[in-house]
């Protein structure tokens, strides 16, 4: 599958952004699906992830209740909301799919995932 990542940008403190991720070229609906983001200067890190059915998400602990991630198997296409947003939320954000025949897979480690997006730059302003 291929991945497509949009939605980045300059913003201010405390703003929300939504990023959304397109994917193409197989069935959406067999993956696992994550978004990652990479801090300059660090390595690349899990921010959330979600079942190919939807029915369950989960994040690193830093993030919850800040971040959500969605997912519409009609239009292919995951999404991360991101509220109230600091300037260390800074980074580069990317999507990833993992295939899984199991309905409540979910991976969470970078080796785990099999295809990304280009990522997109998020800056926060303080």
């Known amino acids: 599958v291929q991945l497509q990542a949009s939605g980045g940008g300059l913003v201010q403190a405390g703003d929300s952004l939504r990023l959304s991720c397109a994917a193409s070229?197989?069935?959406?609906?067999?993956?696992?699906m994550g978004w990652f983001r990479q801090i300059p200067g660090k390595e690349r890190e899990f921010v959330a992830g979600i079942t190919w059915s939807g029915g369950r998400t989960y994040y690193a602990d830093s993030l919850k209740g800040r971040f959500t991630i969605s997912r519409d198997n009609v239009k292919n296409t995951v999404y991360l909301q991101m509220n109230s947003l600091k300037p260390e939320d800074t980074a580069v954000y990317y999507c990833?799919?993992?295939?899984?025949?199991?309905?409540?897979?979910?991976?969470?480690?970078?080796?785990?995932?099999?295809?990304w997006g280009q990522g997109t730059q998020v800056t926060v302003s303080s």
């Open positions: 070229g197989r069935s959406f609906s067999g993956y696992v």
């Open positions: 990833a799919a993992r295939p899984t025949a199991y309905l409540w897979s979910t991976y969470s480690k970078e080796s785990d995932f099999e295809s």
